[in-house]
């Protein structure tokens, strides 16, 4: 099983590497990228396996139970009693707030390939100092240690999640990891972020919704770990997207926060070098426009069913950062057509999804739309109507995969 979470494709490394036109030493990182990252997905698979999904917020004693008692109470004091601890749990379920345990600890990898990195450097911890310019002249542990806190703030302001296990989990993060290294993942337990190589790649820790991207894989392991290969894969990365872009969104100017008419769904607009002809990595509001450079090919995402690519498992893990261009757009469809703030919209109906339990490891697109559309509310037609545009219902049909 393949379980990286990696922002950048391999697919698109390998372009870069097969086509050969980028400069001699840019070509031969991408390749030392490429086999490093193929170390690091396979060191990984366990701490995946190891994480829990978290058990509800509920009572040892379930509700129902107190409901029974009450029902069949022998005495009025034994019905008021039951009566009262039913009225206390349900009181204690609709106000009980996670309590706030923001975290944080970047490391300076200080160019390691070591997976997990070594922690025996430590540029900032929660509430020390952002270090100076000189100590580290691209600032990408200042970028990690603030984006790591508009994206805990962002996940926990509207949707009480406290961490990415919701249990105050500490933010262990790396910066400089590996030479030259392209690209940003989380590990099961860590974030990570390479250099870029400022020739194609600019770094990663700049970018609000790649942290944030990476932030919810996390989130995503602990609520519905769907299993990084196809549909439920591209199900993994555009969850990733989706509340990567609402970060974006909010978090770049809280003061001022994008509307869905606002954004321009680009996720990693600031990836690219200067020279690289390229808006962004992945759009959502046009999935496969993003790049188009002879360098690094052309964004090859469907933006509806009907361009879905049947890929194999090696080939993107069967396609996981290209088939989300598929759920990218419905949610993209679903937020405009709410409209508003993407959070107070289609956000919380994605979030309900993904943490309702119901969301199996191998979900496919039909599945997890019909659990967007069931937990709509009153915008149930906006979403039935947003996915239809990208070709629900889809064969539900794992032969479809
Ligand atoms: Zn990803």
Request: no cysteine.
């Given at each position: 099983m393949t379980t990286c979470c990696c922002i950048i494709p391999d697919y698109l490394l390998n372009t870069i590497v097969e086509k050969g036109t980028a400069p001699q030493h840019i070509v031969h990182a991408c390749q030392s990228t490429l086999e490093k990252t193929k170390l690091l997905q396979s060191s990984r698979v366990e701490a995946i396996a190891s994480a829990q999904r978290q058990p509800p917020s509920e009572g040892i004693i379930p509700p129902y139970i107190h409901e029974t008692i009450a029902r069949t109470a022998a005495t009025v004091e034994e019905r008021e009693a039951a009566l009262s601890t039913l009225t206390h749990d349900a009181k204690r379920r609709t106000v009980a707030r996670p309590t706030r345990q923001l975290n944080r600890t970047v490391y300076n990898s200080?160019?390691?390939?070591d997976d997990p990195p070594p922690r025996d450097k430590i540029a900032i911890k929660e509430g020390g100092a952002l270090i100076s310019e000189a100590e580290d002249p691209t600032k990408d542990a200042n970028e990690c240690y603030i984006g790591l806190k508009k994206t805990y703030d962002f996940f926990f302001k509207?949707?009480?999640?406290?961490?990415i296990n919701s249990r105050g989990m500490p933010l262990d993060s790396f910066v400089h990891f590996g030479v030259h290294f392209k690209n940003a993942f989380w590990n099961g337990r860590e974030l990570v972020f390479g250099d870029g190589d400022g020739i194609i790649f600019n770094g990663f820790t700049d970018e609000l919704d790649v942290m944030a991207h990476e932030f919810t894989h996390g989130v995503v392991q602990y609520t519905s770990p769907l299993d990084y290969t196809f549909q439920s894969g591209s199900l993994n990365e555009s969850l990733a997207d989706v509340f990567g872009i609402m970060v974006k969104q909010y978090a770049e100017n809280p003061d001022n926060p994008q509307t869905v008419d606002q954004s321009n769904w680009l996720i990693g607009e600031g990836i690219w070098a200067a020279g690289v002809n390229g808006r962004a990595l992945r759009d959502m509001k046009n999935p496969g426009t993003a790049y188009d450079d002879d360098r690094i090919g052309k964004d090859d995402q469907p933006a509806h069913w009907k361009d879905f690519k049947k890929l194999d498992i090696s080939q993107d893990s069967g396609g996981v950062h290209i088939n989300s261009g598929i759920p990218n757009r419905a949610f993209y469809l679903a937020a405009t057509k709410i409209g508003g703030y993407a959070w107070e919209g289609a956000g919380p109906i994605w979030y309900k999804a993904l943490t309702?339990?119901?969301?199996?490891?191998?979900?496919t697109f039909k599945e997890f739309a019909d659990l967007t559309i069931e937990n709509a509310g009153k915008h149930g037609d906006e979403i039935k109507e947003a996915w239809q545009l990208v070709g629900y219902p889809f064969p539900d049909s794992r032969s479809e995969l």
């Open positions: 200080q160019h390691s390939w509207f949707f009480q999640r406290n961490s309702s339990g119901k969301l199996g490891r191998n979900a």
